[in-house]
């Protein structure tokens, strides 16, 4: 099957800084791929659908001067979560369908936490 | 924009049981896969099974099978002999069809418990 990394697995960071997660797709090409957030003991929220070559797309409510993502080749996307708050922590997914496959892949996740 | 209800937070059944777990939907769209997808304590999301909408036959996956009514707008999953490693969230997923553009739109889950 497909396989879809995550870089870092769990990063703490102090409450100010910025942090930045990369999505990769290690072994097809990805022209779109998802950001979700995922609170503790809750479901899956999609904030955003990064683009390959043009500008992200963002789920109603998410910032996107805080949550900056960039889809720079057709195998990364970074998200930076900027001027992170102890209410940025949570835990984020990406995922990335292949082509022509009604399938989404997902990558084990990011856990930040902010103090 | 599409819903997905699961009103079950938990479940516990015995181990070796058959459980089903439910989940309704609401779309618009024609064309649409559905997904159950687990997510154990490593919070790695695994597809379990998945429907294509335009399919009336009922997808199954060895254990796992489901109860798909397109009209009532229900996909529940049903898991027989139940194990150990079944114990997980459990979370039924909406995704429109026509090439990848969308995201996957989640209920909130079940947590199902497989006790020895």
């Known amino acids: 099957g497909a396989v879809v990394s995550q870089h870092p697995s769990w990063v703490i960071c102090k409450s100010g800084t910025s942090v930045k997660i990369e999505c990769r797709s290690l072994d097809f090409q990805a022209t779109t791929m998802f950001w979700y957030r995922q609170f503790p003991k809750q479901s899956l929220m999609l904030m955003a659908t990064?683009?390959?070559?043009?500008?992200?797309?963002?789920e109603q409510g998410v910032e996107k001067d805080k949550f900056l993502i960039n889809h720079a080749s057709l195998t990364l996307s970074t998200l930076t979560v900027t001027s992170a708050h102890p209410e940025d922590s949570s835990f984020y997914i990406c995922s990335a369908p292949r082509r022509g496959e009604g399938e989404q892949y997902f990558g084990p996740g990011t856990r930040l936490t902010v103090t | 924009a599409q819903t997905v209800t699961q009103s079950q937070p938990e479940m516990s059944v015995q181990e070796a049981e058959t459980v089903t777990l439910s989940c309704t939907y609401d779309?618009?769209?024609?064309?649409?896969?559905l997904f159950w997808y687990k997510q154990p304590p490593s919070r790695q999301m695994i597809l379990v099974i998945r429907q294509e909408a335009y399919k009336q036959q009922n997808a199954t996956e060895n254990r796992f099978s489901v109860n798909f009514q397109k009209a009532a707008k229900s996909f529940s999953l049903k898991i027989s002999d139940s194990q150990l490693g079944d114990t997980a969230m459990y979370f039924c997923?909406?995704?429109?069809?026509?090439?990848?553009?969308?995201?996957?739109?989640f209920g909130k889950g079940t947590h199902l418990i497989i006790q020895p």
């Open positions: 779309t618009s769209e024609s064309n649409y896969y």
């Open positions: 997923a909406f995704l429109k069809g026509g090439g990848g553009a969308d995201g996957l739109t």
């Open positions: 990064s683009n390959e070559g043009s500008k992200a797309t963002y």
